[in-house]
Structures are given as C-alpha cells and as structure tokens.
C-alpha cells in the first residue's frame, strides 16, 4: 500500500532536513528521501547534503587543522613557543575531517528519530497529481503527500571539455579528500571554494594559482574589503591571475597543464600535480521529473519561486540552493522552516537581503547588508565608521591584527545598512550586525551597548562609534 505522508522533502541537505524537522515538530507526518551515494554504515545515503558531507563542515575542519599547522609554523615563535618544523600527515588530517562528517552526518538520522521524521533512502522523482496531493516514486515505491518540499541541492558546475575524475581534476568532492600535500596546485575560480580550499593548501606548504575570469577579486563584497582581502591573500603566497580564458587542459596520472590566455590575451601555460575546478554550482533538477507535471524552471535550470519559496504548483514547495538566491546552508535552512511554518499556516518568514555572507579564510571576511558601492549607485545619502583590528587589545593579544570593520548608516536617520568585516572572528562578529540590522537598529543603538572587554566585538562597537565620529579607542 502506498505510505501517505503530510509533507514529503525531497533531498536531505540542510534546506530538507531542516524542512522535515520543522514540519513533523508542527505536527505533520513527514518523510524525507535522500538518495546520495555518501553511504552509512548501514549502507543507506547520508544526511545533510553538500554541506555536511562535501562541503561547509569538511571543508571548514581543513582550514582548522591547516591553519594550526601554518600558525605553528611561522606564528609561535614570535610567542615564545619553539616546536621545530611542524610535519603534517594528510591521511590523519583527512581521516579526523571524515570522522567529524560521519558523527555529524549519523546526528541527522538521530534527530530524524526524536522528531518522528521517516527517512526514506532513494531517489525522488513526481509522479503525478492525486485527490490526496501528490504522488512521488522514491526509489521503487511510491509515496502519497499532501505537501511536497523539493531540496534538492545543487552540484558542481564543469567546464566543457575539462573531465573531472576527482583525483587528478577535483571539483569539490576531491578537493576535500586530496591525500598529500601538491608541490603545485592549479585552481579555476577565485571565488569562495577556490579562496577556501586554496588557502588550506597554500597554508600546507602548496604553490597555489588561482585563475580568474573576472577582472575583479570578489566582485560582490565591498571594495574596501575585497581590496584589503586581495592584499593580504596574495602576501599569504596565493598567486591569483584575473582575467584569464581558459584554454586546453591535459591531465595524466601525474598531473595536469591548464593553457590560459592572460588579461593581455598572451597564452601562458600552467603545470601543477592537481587541479580543482570551483566555478560555480548547477541546481539538481534532473531527475525529477519536473516537466511531466509541469514544474516550472527559469533559464538556469532552478526551480522558479516566489518571496515564500511556492512553485507554480499547488502544494509543492522549493527551497535551498535549488532556488535563487544566495547558494548557502544557512539561507537554505531558512527557506526550510519558513516553509514548513506556511504550511502550518503561520507567517513564515525570510528576508533575503539579510542572509550573512562568510568567507572562511585567514582572516576571515563576512558582510551582511548593503555595500557602499551599491549605497551609492542607489543615491543613498551614508555615514561610514571605519576600525582597524589594529587598534584593539584582544586582537594583538591573539596576534590577529590584520582587517576592519566598516559600518555604513543612513545619513539622516542612522539606520544601519550594511556591515562590512574582514578579520579574526567575523564569522562570529557578523551575527551582532544581523541582530542589529533584523531590528532596524541604528548606529547610535550599537554605541550605547556595553560590549565585554577585551573582545574582537569592540571593534564592532567603536565602529558603531565611529559612525558619529566619536570613536573612543582610534
Ligand atoms: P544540498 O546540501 O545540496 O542537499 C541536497 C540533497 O538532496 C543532496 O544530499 C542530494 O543528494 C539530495 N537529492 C538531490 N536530488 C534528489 C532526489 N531527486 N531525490 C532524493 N535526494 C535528492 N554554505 C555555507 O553557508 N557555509 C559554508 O561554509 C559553505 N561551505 C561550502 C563549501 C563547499 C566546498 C561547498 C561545495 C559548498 C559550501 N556551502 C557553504 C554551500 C552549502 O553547502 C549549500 O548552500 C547547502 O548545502 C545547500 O543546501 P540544500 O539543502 O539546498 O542542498
Ligand atoms: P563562486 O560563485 O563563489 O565562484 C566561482 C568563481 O569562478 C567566480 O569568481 C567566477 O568568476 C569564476 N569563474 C567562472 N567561470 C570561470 C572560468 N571559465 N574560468 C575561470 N574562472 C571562472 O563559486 P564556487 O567557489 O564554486 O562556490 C560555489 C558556491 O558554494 C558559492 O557561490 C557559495 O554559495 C557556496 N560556498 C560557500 C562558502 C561559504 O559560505 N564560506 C564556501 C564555499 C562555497
């Protein structure tokens, strides 16, 4: 008989399971398929998605582990601390990285579990519109819901004519899973994954290139930070080429050419042991069948939404890196509870001008809000509090005194409108501005806050300060 269920998600990543969670605690009967190839020990798919498994979680225990190696390397001697020179065994470090998704991967099902959530382990694809709802095949069975949320995530974007095998050529698969440190490693994409994964690499003792078709570092964060964060990357040893076209790239077993023509449009050529593709990510819609019931995609290939993630048809949802919007575990969880409360007929909600940007680097960078670029091409009339890391105590304590933090306000009513950091902790730093600017909280409100001293947060605060030029500490 067929299994009937209130809402059904497809995909497990964080959009779904948070999705599924937060249906079945509103009091749904919820399932949720997965059909990935990441196995358990029981054999059946993982949850959590790209992020937990080959993405924001594996990916941010390689920067950890490779920034200790760096700090203890070239950072603890100026403390005091003599080690030697630090040896780094990949296997060991990939091993903990893999141990970590697996314990966090297993928690998933677990809270499946408390919640009452049934996991299905298949594919889902609709099958057809019934009195009852929906009728979607997961694997071989079919399943009734009256509600159906589509997760189903996104995957790495290829070039044409640039296999990935994910030993030699990686996408982000084998980008996390590379066994020894490259003498040389080519990337394509200067964006986040290629900032990422490139500095953990750089950081282990590889010759890093990164290749870029686009003129510009980071075109979507402001300038100033995008300046700043060029600057201290390449000191760090990255090389970054902007500009470049991408020719023929050869691999073997022992390595990879890539040819490029540079910004002068001079054809170089770049040889490396390993090459990792980062160039964006493509919506999972094949599969779905999302045409035979007339699932409505735009030109991209993603599920087409409106501001409550409702697709064209009625009773199906879509949420995540299937959507527009920002491609980012937090936003997609977002979208997942939002939607799951809708369906609950409750409000629902997710403003996405307000979803946290992070870039996992050393030091870190993360903005919420508007830029001052995009201030200005609006006409918005702005105040600016600008700090540097420099002129704080606990930052020269933890010998992090790189970065800032730029607060811009409006001019007349001192609202904030973005917030704009580059240094130790702004993966952290940058929840106090969400805060703020989700209140409608001025400049002035941040000002008067007391914050705990010596923390990174009070160069948040003096820069809340400096917005009516009365920093206390610059
Ligand atoms: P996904 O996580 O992609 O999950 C979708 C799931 O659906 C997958 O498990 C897939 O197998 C399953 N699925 C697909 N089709 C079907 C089907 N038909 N039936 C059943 N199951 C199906 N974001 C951040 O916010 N912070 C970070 O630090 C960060 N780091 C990242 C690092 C890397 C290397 C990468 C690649 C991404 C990173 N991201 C980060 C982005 C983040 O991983 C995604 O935005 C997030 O995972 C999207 O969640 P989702 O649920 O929409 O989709
Ligand atoms: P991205 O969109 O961040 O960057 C891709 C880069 O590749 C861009 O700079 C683009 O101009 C460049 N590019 C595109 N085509 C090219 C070509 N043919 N030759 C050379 N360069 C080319 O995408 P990325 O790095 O693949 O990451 C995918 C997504 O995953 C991100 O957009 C982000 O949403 C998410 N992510 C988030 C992280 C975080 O929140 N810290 C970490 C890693 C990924």
């Avoid at 003792?205 to 990357?233: H, Q, R, S």
């Avoid at 299937?322 to 369906?343: C, F, N, S």
């Avoid at 105040?383 to 992090?400: C, D």
């Amino acid at each position: 008989m067929t299994q009937q269920f209130d809402v059904l998600v497809i995909g497990g990543g964080p959009g779904g399971y948070v999705a599924a969670i937060r249906a079945a605690q509103l009091g749904f009967k919820t399932a949720c398929c997965e059909s990935n190839p990441y196995a358990d020990p029981k054999g059946e798919p993982r949850l959590g998605g790209t992020c937990l498994n080959v993405g924001c979680i594996p990916s941010k225990a390689l920067l950890h582990t490779s920034h200790l190696f760096h700090a203890a390397a070239h950072d603890f001697a100026e403390q005091g601390i003599s080690v030697g020179a630090p040896k780094i065994d990949v296997p060991k470090m990939i091993a903990r990285k893999t141990d970590i998704v697996s314990k966090l991967t297993a928690g998933i099902k677990g809270l499946f579990k408390k919640n009452k959530v049934t996991f299905l382990a298949g594919h889902g694809a609709f099958v057809g519109k019934t009195a009852e709802g929906w009728k979607v095949a997961v694997g071989n069975e079919e399943i009734g819901a009256r509600q159906v949320i589509v997760a189903t995530g996104s995957s790495a974007r290829h070039l044409p004519n640039i296999p990935v095998d994910n030993q030699i050529v990686c996408d982000n698969i084998g980008a996390l899973d590379i066994d020894a440190v490259p003498k040389k490693l080519a990337i394509i994409g200067a964006g986040v994954i290629g900032l990422e994964m490139g500095s953990v690499w750089n950081r282990l003792g590889a010759e890093v290139t990164i290749l870029e078709v686009g003129a510009n570092f980071l075109p979507a964060a402001d300038a100033d930070i995008a300046k700043e964060a060029k600057k201290i990357l390449m000191k760090q040893g990255l090389v970054l080429r902007f500009g470049v076209k991408i020719g023929a790239v050869k691999a073997s077993k022992k390595g990879v050419s890539v040819a490029y023509a540079d910004q002068d449009g001079k054809e170089e050529k770049l040889e490396a042991d390993r090459l990792i593709v980062s160039v964006g990510r493509v919506p999972n819609t094949e599969g779905l069948n999302a045409a035979a019931v007339g699932l409505k995609l735009n030109e991209r290939g993603m599920i087409e939404v409106d501001a409550h993630c409702k697709t064209n048809l009625e009773g199906v949802w879509a949420i995540g890196d299937v959507v527009r919007g920002p491609m980012l575990a937090h936003k997609a969880m977002e979208e997942g509870v939002m939607v799951a409360e809708i369906i609950a007929g409750q409000a629902g909600h997710c403003d996405l001008n307000l979803i946290p940007s992070v870039i996992y680097t050393t030091p870190e960078i993360a903005w919420i809000g508007k830029s001052e670029q995009q201030l200005q091409a609006a006409g918005v009339a702005y105040k600016t509090g600008k700090i540097p890391f420099m002129a704080n105590g606990r930052a020269l304590g933890i010998g992090a005194p790189e970065g800032f933090v730029k607060m811009l306000a409006d001019a007349q009513t001192d609202r904030i409108l973005g917030v704009h950091i580059i240094g130790a902790g702004a993966s952290d730093l940058i929840a106090e501005a969400v805060t703020a600017i989700e209140f409608a909280g001025a400049s002035e409100d941040l000002a008067r806050i007391c914050h705990a001293h010596p923390t990174l947060s009070e160069v948040l605060h003096e820069a809340a300060l400096a917005c009516d030029k009365r920093a206390l500490h610059f």
